[in-house]
């Protein structure tokens, strides 16, 4: 069974950087489309970020484009977000998504595993 545990989350003021971290086990990291959901209160999960197998192509919801950027290490078996300039309007939880296949999509329906997420808030 595929597990994702996510970590990195935490309080900062308006225009600081956090950066997100998903380790995964039980499975072959490097077979799977990674995302980054979020969820913040009386909102539906919203489509973050998401990146190929190999890392080399990413897609970005247009609300944090040139923002946020995520990355994998596949030896590590970690995805990582790093998000910049944030704003309260970022303040959500941030889930870690696992999908097995070739290609990433922005639905969260197309994902198979899910971490338990990591509460980001930002303070105005």
């Known amino acids: 069974q595929v597990q994702l545990v996510e970590s990195g989350g935490g309080l900062v003021q308006a225009g600081g950087s956090l950066r997100l971290s998903c380790a995964a086990s039980g499975g072959t990291f490097s077979t799977f489309v990674m995302g980054w959901f979020r969820q913040a209160p009386g909102k539906e999960r919203e489509f973050v970020s998401a990146?190929?197998?190999?890392?080399?192509?990413?897609a970005y919801a247009d609300s944090v484009k040139g923002r946020f950027t995520i990355s994998r290490d596949n030896a590590k078996n970690t995805v990582y977000l790093q998000l910049n300039s944030l704003k309260p309007e970022d303040t959500a939880v941030y889930y870690c998504a696992a999908r097995i296949g070739a290609y990433y999509y922005t639905y969260s329906y197309k994902y198979d595993y899910w971490g338990q997420g990591t509460q980001v808030t930002v303070s105005s």
């Open positions: 990146i190929n197998r190999a890392g080399g192509d990413a």
